[in-house]
């Protein structure tokens, strides 16, 4: 597969793969997600590759999101097949793939963008990172996993109160909340997801994918397939076309309730 979004390289057992939509601060479209499950995957399958990185190009953002525009006009049967095939493709697919995946959080993780770094086993931040996901600000709920996975690694009262309040979160916070468990100055985040990387290739391959395969099976749950229902209803609301097209106008959304 050819990729447009995305660059990857490989370089002593270690995987890069860099999300490369600077313009549109690295957020998540179809095309970059097909592109992002085929290079996880190649990846995966090579056994010269025993750690993945995933970061963002450029300094400002890793992922801003799922992309706002290409989803706006959709309705709850697209509403849910985006979020649905999302997570089979990218979210769930890291989550469980045999490989470490380190995040190497460059910047604003926000919505899918915290999302992904949520799915990967390991997060390590810059310290200009900010994370959160302003989902319900738009008129819709994270629908890549984000309402189970930040709930699993925060713990629900504090993945409440970011969920509903929708603010964002600087790195300082992040590493409190035991979200990332490293932050580090931008320029030197990817030297340090690289030092991680080579600390996980001392250890053996098998035992490391039994071992994700065993963390995770604690954390199967109805909720994923919930989520997939609530993103799709939001779609039916006009809270949703009021949040959607007041990003794309850059004002506050006036929103009902309705
Ligand atoms: N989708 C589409 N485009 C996006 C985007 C997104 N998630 N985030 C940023 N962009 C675009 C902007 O529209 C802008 O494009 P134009 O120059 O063509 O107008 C460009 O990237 C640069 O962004 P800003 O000018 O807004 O940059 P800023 O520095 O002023 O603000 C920001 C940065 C605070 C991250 C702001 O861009 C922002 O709030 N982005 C949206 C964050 C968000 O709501 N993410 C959640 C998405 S929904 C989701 O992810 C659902 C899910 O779970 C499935």
Do not use: C, W
């Not at 030092?195 to 039994?210: D, I, V």
């Amino acid at each position: 597969m050819n990729y447009e979004n995305i660059l990857t390289e490989i370089n002593e057992g270690i995987g890069t793969i860099t999300i490369n939509r600077p313009k549109q601060l690295n957020a998540l479209n179809r095309q970059t997600i097909e592109e992002l499950h085929d290079a996880f995957d190649q990846f995966d399958k090579q056994d010269t590759v025993r750690v993945i990185i995933v970061t963002g190009s450029g300094d400002k953002a890793f992922v801003a999101g799922a992309d706002i525009k290409e989803f706006m006009n959709f309705d709850a049967e697209q509403g849910r097949g985006l979020a649905r095939e999302g997570q089979a493709l990218l979210f769930d697919f890291v989550q469980n793939l045999d490989t470490p995946v380190i995040a190497a959080v460059n910047g604003f993780a926000l919505g899918g963008g915290l999302e992904l770094a949520l799915a990967s086993h390991i997060r390590i931040a810059s310290d200009n990172a900010k994370v959160g996901l302003p989902e319900v600000s738009l008129g819709v709920i994270p629908g890549y996993g984000g309402t189970q996975r930040l709930a699993q690694i925060i713990g629900k009262g504090r993945a409440m109160e970011m969920i509903l309040t929708a603010e964002m979160k600087d790195a300082t916070t992040a590493l409190k909340y035991g979200m990332v468990t490293e932050v580090v100055p931008l320029e030197n985040l990817m030297e340090t997801a690289v030092k991680k990387a080579k600390k996980l290739m001392r250890n053996s391959p098998m035992a490391q994918s039994l071992a994700i395969k065993s963390v995770n099976a604690s954390y199967y749950q109805e909720g994923f397939k919930e989520e997939v229902n609530l993103f799709g209803q939001a779609f039916t609301t006009q809270d949703f076309k009021e949040g959607t097209q007041a990003f794309v106008e850059r004002r506050k959304p006036n929103f009902t309730g309705k």
